[in-house]
C-alpha cells in the first residue's frame, strides 16, 4: 500500500489529496495523513541509498547539471540536479546560484567535467573543466540569424552541427577523436566566423558625458561568449567522452513542470525535500532498468541500500 502511494505522488506527480482518492476508489482506505507519511518513511529509508548514488556520481568523468524554479508553499524555492546517464540526484534549496549548488555538495568535490549553461555561478568552480551546452548555443544563433539578419550567426551554427554530425559519423566508425588537420580546420574556421562577427557588431564606443556602461547588445554579447569560452564551448569536439548538449540534465529535470500542472506546488519545504529525495532513488532505479514500484518495495523492505549496491554503469 505504501509503495503505491508514493509510486503514484512521485512517477505518477499526483498530489496527496488526489493519491488518497485514487486509492479509495480501488477500495484502498488510505487517509491523507497515511500518504504523506508513506512519503516521509521513504524518505528516510532512501537516505544511505542516495549517499551511494551521490559517490557514484562523483566518480564519473561528465557530470550534467542543471536547475530550475519550483513553487513551494507560494515562495520560489530551486531545484538543482546532478546526473550522469544512469544516476540522478536532486536537491531542494533557496538559492539558484552558488550557495545552493554548494549546498548540493557535488559540484564542489566533483573532478571531471561539469556540462552546463552559461549561468555563471558554475563557472566559479576551478576544480573541473567545463563544457557548455551547445544545443543552448544553436538556439541564441538561430535567434541572431532570424531576428537579427546575422549571417555569421548562421554559419556559426552550420559549423557546430557539422562537428556535431562528423563525430557521430566517425564514432561509428570506429574512431575516438578527429584527424588532427581536420579538428585543426574545424578550429581556424571558428576563430574566422567569430572575428566576423566582431567585424559587423563592434563593441560600441562610450558617448561623452554619459554615465555608466555602454550596452553591448545582444549579439555582441552572444560573439563574446564564443570568443571567451572558446575551449569550454568546444569541449566536445577535443574530448569525444563530452556530449554535444546538456540533454541529460534537462531531461531530468523536467517533471517539476510537469509537478506544477497536474498537482500544483509544494505545500512546505520539508516536503518537496522528501519528495526530491525519493524521487532520487526511483528515477535513478528506472535508468537501471527497475519500475519505480519494484523500487519503492524494497525501499519498504529496507533493501533499498542493497538494491542500490546492485546497479551498474
Known amino acids: 500500500m505504501s509503495a503505491l502511494a508514493v509510486t503514484l505522488l512521485t512517477l505518477g506527480m499526483v498530489s496527496v489529496d488526489r493519491t488518497q482518492k ?36 562523483l566518480l564519473k568523468f561528465v557530470l550534467h547539471f542543471d536547475e530550475t524554479g519550483i513553487q513551494v508553499n507560494g515562495e520560489l524555492e530551486w ?9 540522478r540526484y536532486y536537491s531542494v534549496q533557496d538559492k539558484r546560484g552558488k550557495e545552493g549548488i554548494d549546498a548540493m555538495g557535488i ?22 573543466l567545463h563544457a557548455m551546452c551547445c544545443a543552448h548555443l544553436e538556439r541564441e544563433l ?25 563525430r557521430a559519423v566517425l564514432a561509428a566508425e570506429g574512431a ?10 574545424y578550429l581556424r574556421q571558428y576563430d574566422e566566423l567569430v572575428e566576423e562577427g566582431m567585424a559587423v557588431q563592434p563593441e560600441p564606443e ?16 552572444l560573439l563574446e561568449r564564443f570568443r571567451d569560452f572558446k575551449d569550454d564551448i568546444l569541449r566536445f569536439a577535443r574530448n569525444w567522452l ?9 531531461r531530468a529535470i523536467r517533471w517539476a513542470k510537469l509537478k506544477d ?7 512546505s519545504k520539508a516536503g518537496a525535500g522528501q519528495f526530491t529525495a525519493v524521487l532520487s532513488f526511483v528515477s535513478t532505479a528506472a535508468l537501471h532498468g527497475l519500475s519505480s514500484f519494484d523500487a519503492l518495495l524494497s525501499v519498504f523492505s529496507d533493501t533499498a541500500f542493497q538494491t542500490a549496491l546492485s546497479w551498474r554503469d
Open 242 to 250: 563530452v556530449p554535444f548538449t546538456n540533454n541529460t540534465a534537462e
Open 206 to 221: 562610450k558617448v561623452p558625458g554619459k554615465r555608466g556602461r555602454v550596452g553591448k547588445g545582444k549579439f555582441r554579447c
Open 107 to 128: 559540484l564542489p568535490m566533483a573532478n571531471g567535467v561539469a556540462v552546463h549553461d552559461f549561468w555563471k555561478p558554475y563557472h566559479k568552480y576551478d576544480n573541473v
Open 22 to 57: 485514487l486509492m479509495s476508489s480501488l477500495g484502498i482506505p488510505i487517509s491523507k495523513g497515511k500518504v504523506q507519511d508513506a512519503l516521509t518513511t521513504a524518505a528516510r529509508k532512501v537516505e544511505k541509498a542516495l549517499d551511494y548514488i551521490k559517490q557514484m556520481i
Open 79 to 87: 531545484l538543482h540536479c546532478a546526473c550522469t546517464d544512469k544516476w
Open 142 to 166: 538561430v535567434y541572431a540569424e532570424e531576428s537579427g539578419n546575422q549571417d555569421w550567426a548562421g554559419k556559426l551554427r552550420k559549423l557546430l552541427q557539422t562537428m556535431c554530425h562528423r
Open 261 to 267: 500542472k497536474v498537482s500544483g506546488c509544494f505545500r
Open 176 to 185: 575516438n577523436a578527429f584527424p588532427t588537420e581536420e579538428l585543426d580546420a
